[in-house]
């Protein structure tokens, strides 16, 4: 898979999750902050060779 391809489900994932939050240290953003991506979100928390979404998390602390 190319990486525009993981780029783009990136963003079809995001436009589509009712989590999706723009992340608000601008340090952290991996693009423009108008373009909806799972890389920009609030909840992607970066790996070595990635990133794991933790919105799921959010029924552990209750949010």
Known sequence: ?????KF???CY??????????DNDEDE????E?????YNCRY????QKGFECMKN???DIGE
Do not use: F, G, P
Not at 1 to 5: K, V
Not at 34 to 38: A, E, G, K, L
């Open 44 to 47: 992607r928390r970066w790996l």
């Open 13 to 22: 994932i995001a436009e589509n999750c009712a989590y999706y939050t723009l």
């Open 29 to 32: 953003l991996y693009t423009d």
């Open 8 to 10: 783009d489900r990136t």
């Open 1 to 5: 898979m190319t990486e525009q391809r």
């Open 34 to 38: 108008s373009t909806i991506t799972c």
């Open 57 to 59: 998390q959010l029924k």
